[in-house]
């Protein structure tokens, strides 16, 4: 008995042993280490095709199809405020032939909850452009040309200049309750297109995103609604722009008054995975005759009414009703990963 009892206190002794031992190699392992904080840089980018350049309800490309493409570095300050800057490219027809649109453009968006603010500086860069109307003409005083970019009488009384570069800074704001998102969106320029004149453009965006359960295709395609109202204001342009003999009692040889104008366009988009697929009525209250003065359409009619910015009454439609169907890819590098 006492054998038994030696054996069972022997055993009780070397189980309790390896169990301390075993603890003892549990105790000395090193933790997982964490995983890797996310890297604060992303790059988006993307490109896209329309059936129609429409930028603020005036034709960019004379309502004919454009490519667009965009390259974005970012940089995450935190999750409430992003840096960024980026460049993007449309194919384009000017009135001065220009080659393309090359934008170049940086910011911040900050973020506070359901507001999301945006502020940058944007420009506009037009290379390749060729004088439109111009002849070997002495320039007035104040002219906003080059010497061998002079403005001419020509068929439509429409003149441009070869470089229509400018730039505008930029204010924007959306807050989202729900499926619904709106807000306003500012601009100034100082020389819009390069015409002299000062530019703002005044803005409200609204936005309603349906809901996943709403998915169109079984879920796979998600689809929003959304509209815009916009006004843009000008000042005067220098006398490159100016014109003789126009109806009285106003004549402009030392520039003239660009046109305001009321802008709008609303649609409705589709997107599935990477890509959308937007379709868009667009609309100005410009006159034909206001389109032709501000646009410089070359491919003006000369069947209008004369008016004071236009006294030969030439008519452009590049400012009225378009329909516009896109077709854009957008996303980041961090979501490949």
């Known amino acids: 008995m006492k054998k038994i ?16 031992v075993f603890a003892a190699d549990m105790a000395v392992k090193a933790p997982a280490p ?42 995450n300050i935190n ?11 449309e194919s384009i027809r000017f009135a001065n032939s220009a080659a393309a649109e090359i934008d170049f453009y940086g910011g911040i968006r900050p973020t506070f909850g359901p507001l999301a603010l945006d502020f940058g500086i944007w420009e506009y860069y037009y290379p390749g452009g060729t004088c439109y109307g111009s002849g070997p003409l002495q320039p007035p005083p104040g002219f906003g040309g080059s010497a061998s970019c002079l403005p001419v009488p020509w068929v439509s009384g429409n003149v441009a200049k070869d470089d229509a570069s400018f730039y505008e800074v930029y204010a924007k704001a959306t807050y989202t309750i729900d499926a619904w998102a709106f807000g306003p969106t500012f601009y100034y320029s ?39 109202f916009g006004h843009q204001w000008f000042g005067t342009s220098d006398p490159f722009y ?10 402009y040889a030392s520039g003239i008054p660009e046109p305001d104008y009321n802008t709008w366009n609303v649609g409705v988009g589709f997107t599935w995975k990477v ?22 359409d070359p491919g003006a009619t000369v ?35």
Request: charged share 10%; glycine share 10%; with cysteine.
């Open 79 to 89: 999750s409430n405020w992003q840096l960024y800057a980026g460049v993007s490219g």
């Open 303 to 337: 069947d209008g009414t004369p008016i004071a910015i236009n006294p030969v009454g030439a008519r452009s439609n590049w400012c009225g009703a378009a329909f516009v169907a896109k077709l854009t890819t957008s996303l980041t590098l961090g979501s490949l990963k």
């Open 5 to 20: 009892v030696l054996s069972a206190v022997a055993a009780l002794a070397l189980t309790t042993m390896a169990t301390t």
């Open 34 to 75: 964490p995983p890797p904080p996310p890297s604060p840089w992303d790059i988006a980018f993307g490109g896209g095709l329309m059936t129609d350049y429409i930028w603020r309800g005036v034709t960019q490309s004379g309502h004919q199809p454009s490519v667009t493409a965009f390259f974005e570095p970012r940089y």
């Open 275 to 296: 890509f959308t697929l937007d379709l868009r009525y667009s609309d100005t209250d410009l006159s034909k005759e206001e389109c032709s003065a501000f646009t410089s």
């Open 190 to 228: 100082p020389n819009f297109l390069n015409t002299g004149a000062d530019g703002e453009y005044l803005s409200g965006i609204v936005t309603f995103t349906a809901p996943s359960s709403w998915a169109l295709f079984n879920g796979q395609v998600g689809w929003y609604v959304s509209g815009e």
């Open 242 to 251: 100016g014109v003789v003999g126009a109806p009285a009692p106003a004549s």
